[in-house]
């Protein structure tokens, strides 16, 4: 049976097998805003709910809905894996993000009226005193009206460029004895906060913390900036820009035409433009002329533009308002040891379970590798970091320690480019090779290699990731750290690197599955044995979990599977493209995602092997993939079987188990393409919970003893 996809599928073709790509991604965006109006979250923690959903709102029109736009205006009718016109797309999700749009909306106003009741109260100028108005007049000429740059149109000044996601007061007013009609532009400068703290006042002093919004300061305040002049009207804008890159083909220097790109991106065509309700139609029109933007890009909000900028409120020292803190625990198999990353690696094979785990044992693998006089080589790849990076500061000693460091820095990383461009620059300064990879592929894999001199010979150690090398992140999304001295994955992971950086092609792999080379093929062939399985009357079964399912061919191969009676569970996060749950189509296969208090992000491929899951006989796989066209065809990726006894189990018998178990924090995908919420009480199993509060995974003695019934737990439940 072929699985290749075609590019030139009919709507007949399409009709019932797959879930448009960019619907079910605002489906995900709609779990993460339900938990905003989840109570069972701490209160800050559901503000911090709906400032990331209105960020991840923002990014996926900057990108997703730029693109399809694009393919609008050049007229292209190429249809997506489920029949529908880039037009088409464009209809249904505008109507998507205005239902979305205006649920963010209600939310906030329940969000704000609780925050009132906890002692945050964010106040409309109504309801301001005089004294506050006083006290803020005084705070905007201090620190507010020097930064200011309010721009009059005419003749003379054109409209200003205004950024990307760049807020902005639009004012109409009269001035002069002739009282004819002016429009000014009033960027604000983005170092300037959005919330301004005003003084406790009363007997509530100790208790009630009070903000007013930026604009509201200004409209208090606009005849500073506009004296002797009659407001008619104002309102509030953002602006949305493209701020997707394209790669020239011939791009000699990358890193100049990456740090030229980025400066293009800011500069961006306008997507959509949000203004405050209600505006009147003249400043409407006027926006439209100005910005060349049709009256269909123009989205009028009733209530606060740039719900992005909540995050500003989750900051307030109010721990009794988030989540409880929990004990990060650092990995047991390293303390035992000393601290001594390398020799606890050279004992066994083990694995650390972000974030429960700390991520600081990476961060002292590669200390410990630039400052051990016998090592020799360091080689690392590098997706994300963070701007004080740990990594790369620890990269940069062992390259001034005179150790050959080798860095693939990946410039197409989607808004960290200049974060990258800059460690990319301190790399080379302190003496460090640094690559970019290739201009069409981005280095998608997360791989640490560290060679080391040990009685005479060479030895090498890794350190495979499911997630990016980002102290911050660590924090919250849940990932794999893998640690190994075994030569062979060692050997392969070498190949790589010189893949990475000469463009050698890696040969005769013995462990390591890479894109674009071969993992979508590898995948296949694994289906496929279990669907042999099956036939031969043999427990046939698969368990995975991603991030995204997008790909037609994976999704064409599960549904054969499904057909041949192979059960089929998937963890997918966020976009998944399969319908499950359809007679004689996908009768086999459960899908299932998991939005709460951490980020869903690692990786894991199980496969029955002709075993029931779990099964210490089964095949299992970590990696850095989802399982998307553009993972398969246009990345650099990695995937790593699981073969050492207790890491195997750990990965599928607790890790899987637990993310199957979960009820408190899941939604289930129907056939139909929409999600139910799992139903739940307290005693309902979280696997977070569990995470947060059971031994380490990478523990050893004791700690796997007490592991053990955990184990046996979660195999019962998982009968039930």
Not at 273 to 298: N, Y
Not at 330 to 340: L, Q
Not at 658 to 685: C, H, M
Request: with cysteine; proline share 5%; charged share 25%.
């Amino acid at each position: 049976m072929s699985y290749k996809s075609s590019k030139k599928r009919t709507a007949l073709q399409h009709a019932g097998r797959f879930i448009n790509r960019e619907l079910s991604w605002l489906a995900f965006n709609n779990r993460v805003l339900e938990e905003a109006g989840n109570k069972r979250n701490p209160l800050l923690e559901r503000v911090h709910f709906l400032s990331i959903s209105a960020t991840n709102l923002d990014e996926f029109m900057m990108v997703r809905v730029a693109g399809l736009l694009d393919h609008v205006r050049m007229g292209t009718t190429l249809l997506s894996d489920d029949g529908l016109t880039p037009q088409a797309q464009i209809e249904r999700i505008n109507e998507r993000i205005g239902a979305i749009v205006r649920q963010q909306q209600k939310c906030w106003t329940k969000l704000r009226a609780e925050l009132k009741e906890s002692g945050i109260n964010i106040l409309e100028r109504a309801a301001l005193s005089k004294d506050d108005i006083h006290w803020l007049a005084s705070y905007f000429a201090e620190n507010v009206y020097p930064v200011l740059t309010p721009i009059a149109i005419d003749p003379a000044h054109p409209f200003p460029f205004l950024p990307n996601l760049g807020i902005a007061q639009l004012f109409l007013f009269t001035r002069g004895a002739k009282k004819e009609e002016q429009i000014a532009v009033l960027p604000f400068p983005p170092k300037l906060p959005r919330f301004i703290a005003l003084p406790a006042t009363g007997k509530k002093k100790t208790k009630i913390q009070r903000f007013v919004r930026l604009e509201d300061i200004i409209e208090l305040n606009w005849e500073a900036l506009f004296p002797r002049a009659v407001k008619i009207a104002s309102t509030l804008l953002r602006i949305v820009r493209d701020s997707d890159l394209e790669v020239e083909e011939e791009a000699e220097d990358l890193v100049r035409h990456f740090e030229r790109a980025v400066k293009r991106r800011r500069r961006g065509r306008v997507i959509r433009i949000k203004i405050a309700s209600p505006t009147p139609q003249r400043l409407v029109q006027f926006l439209l002329t100005q910005m060349q933007i049709e009256s269909e890009d123009v989205i009028s909000t009733q209530g606060m533009i740039g719900l992005s900028t909540l995050a500003e409120l989750y900051d307030l020292p109010r721990p009794d308002l988030k989540f409880t803190p929990y004990s990060v625990r650092f990995p047991e198999r390293i303390t035992d040891y000393g601290g001594d990353c390398f020799a606890a690696i050279e004992a066994k094979d083990f694995i650390v379970h972000h974030p429960f785990e700390s991520f600081d044992v990476v961060v002292q693998f590669l200390r410990q590798a630039a400052a051990d006089k016998d090592v020799i080589a360091i080689k690392q790849t590098l997706y994300r970091t963070s701007h004080d990076s740990p990594i790369v500061q620890a990269l940069i000693e062992a390259a001034e320690a005179g150790k050959s460091v080798t860095a693939v820095v990946e410039l197409k990383a989607r808004f960290d480019e200049e974060a990258n461009i800059k460690w990319a620059r301190d790399l080379e300064r302190a003496g460090a090779q640094v690559v970019y990879g290739f201009v069409h592929l981005k280095t998608h894999c997360k791989l640490s290699l560290v060679t080391r001199r040990v009685e005479g010979k060479l030895r090498t150690y890794m350190h495979f990731g499911t997630g990016n090398y980002h102290p911050a992140t660590a924090k919250v999304y849940t990932d794999l750290s893998f640690f190994t001295c075994d030569q062979a994955a060692c050997h392969d992971v070498a190949q790589l690197f010189n893949f990475l950086t000469g463009y050698t092609t890696p040969k005769l792999l013995t462990k390591l599955v890479i894109a674009p080379r071969s993992m979508r093929a590898t995948l296949i062939k694994l289906i496929e044995a279990e669907v042999a399985m099956a036939k031969a009357g043999r427990p046939a079964q698969i368990w995975a979990k991603m991030n995204a399912l997008v790909d037609p061919e994976i999704i064409d191969a599960l549904y054969a599977a499904s057909q041949a009676r192979v059960k089929i569970d998937l963890i997918v996060r966020g976009i998944c493209c399969l319908k499950p749950g359809v007679a004689k189509l996908s009768e086999n296969i459960r899908v299932k995602s998991i939005v709460g208090r951490f980020l869903e992000h690692s990786r894991i491929f199980c496969f029955g092997a002709g075993h029931g899951l779990p099964s210490p006989n089964a095949k299992v796989y970590i990696g850095s993939a989802d399982w998307m066209p553009r993972n398969f065809d246009w990345r650099v990726e990695a995937m790593m079987p699981i073969e050492n006894p207790t890491v195997h189990a750990q990965v599928m018998s607790q890790i899987m188990v637990a993310n199957i178990k979960d009820e408190k924090n899941s939604w289930v995908l129907q056939p139909g393409g929409e999600y139910v919420r799992v139903p739940f009480t307290e005693k309902s199993f979280s696997a977070h919970e569990y995470f947060m509060n059971n031994p380490s995974l990478s523990g050893r003695g004791k700690a796997l003893k007490k592991t053990k019934s955990a184990f046996e737990d979660l195999y019962k439940l998982r009968k039930k």
